[in-house]
């Protein structure tokens, strides 16, 4: 019998075959590479996932409060909030069957059983919490790890990236015939990735940031490579583009990218300033989805200043004014 999760088959030639089932239903995935596989992963849109986590911090807090532990709780509270976490996953699911799967499987993996009592309760809501919670905390690792390597920063794994080294996959050992096989089986998402940025180490790859696009990179051989390869305008790619943008930059170091650094640094130290060492805050989320939300018009309208398609005095009032209206950034503290 096969049980929900994600079956990985590795060849050769580095090529990962893909299947996935749940609920007894079987969907064969397309397949893919190490190296395609982590980059994939590093440009997903994490926002959906952010306001998902604030509406669950919300609905957590109604069923337990702020207390580690109290006598009585609000058992119709709970069942809402089971509710929206199960909601929450088939939504997922709609978006990225992958996602959405493997954070089922690990619900069901990690929520104890219901004994009837109050403290099934708090230990339901808290597991719950913390494996929506895995799958966002993953993607800041999995970031952090490529700014480092794309920068040229010695690695700390016993540190920084101790969660890199202690997983281990699980595996079928299978028959047929002639040969044994094996399958790599997984029912958590932050499992999955850990497995492929092992891979992604062992295979000695190198990740770059292109200097177009911004986007990351495995460049195809160990040579320092300034661009990507990706189509991002007309036909053309980042190797044809980034040279004449790199000269309009050096040319026009001026007030279009200063406003953009100063604009983004201030809303990373707002981000930072709301940081809890211990657990992710609604603060922390809500300062995440404002740096988001603004970079997502502030970045193109850089990019379309720096190609020359937009004025300098058009470029300002996306970076500037617009985050100054929504986030008020340029207010004295």
């Known amino acids: 019998m096969e049980y929900d999760g994600l079956y990985i088959k590795m060849t050769s030639d580095g090529t990962m075959t893909k299947r996935i089932i749940f609920r007894g239903f079987q969907r064969k995935l397309p397949a893919t590479t190490i190296k395609d596989e982590i980059i994939s992963f590093s440009e997903q849109n994490f926002e959906p996932y952010l306001e998902m986590l604030t509406e669950i911090d919300t609905a957590a807090e109604d069923v337990v409060g702020n207390e580690e532990y109290k006598s009585e709780v609000n058992v119709d509270e709970f069942i809402k909030f089971a509710n929206i976490v199960s909601d929450s996953c088939k939504s997922l699911q709609k978006k990225d069957f992958v996602m959405g799967t493997l954070t089922s499987t690990l619900l069901k993996d990690s929520v104890p059983v219901d004994d ?91 990740v770059q940031r292109c200097n177009c696009c911004g986007r990351y990179f495995v460049p195809k051989t160990k040579k320092e490579t300034l661009y990507c390869d990706r189509v991002i305008r007309d036909g053309r790619t980042c190797k044809d583009i980034g040279p004449s943008k790199k000269r309009r930059q050096d040319e026009n170091a001026d007030d279009v990218l200063r406003a953009y650094r100063q604009n983004e640094r201030k809303l990373q130290r707002r981000k930072e300033r709301a940081r809890n060492p211990i657990m992710e805050t609604k603060e922390e989320l809500a300062a995440e989805r404002r740096l988001n939300k603004w970079r997502k018009k502030a970045q193109p309208a850089l990019e379309k200043y720096q190609l020359g398609e937009i004025t300098k005095e058009e470029a300002l009032s996306i970076i500037i004014t617009e985050n100054k209206k929504k986030y008020d950034l340029n207010a004295n503290k």
């Open 116 to 206: 009837g009592t109050t403290y099934y309760i708090f230990e339901a809501v808290h597991e719950m919490r913390a494996c929506l919670y895995d799958i966002y905390m993953f993607y800041r690792h999995l970031m952090e790890f490529l700014h480092r390597t794309s920068d040229g920063i010695d690695l700390n794994f016993k540190r920084d990236f101790k969660q890199f080294t202690e997983v281990t996959a699980p595996t079928r050992c299978m028959f047929n015939g002639k040969n044994l096989t094996y399958e790599y089986v997984f029912r958590s998402l932050s499992q999955y990735y850990i497995f492929i940025v092992q891979q992604f180490i062992a295979a000695g790859y190198c």
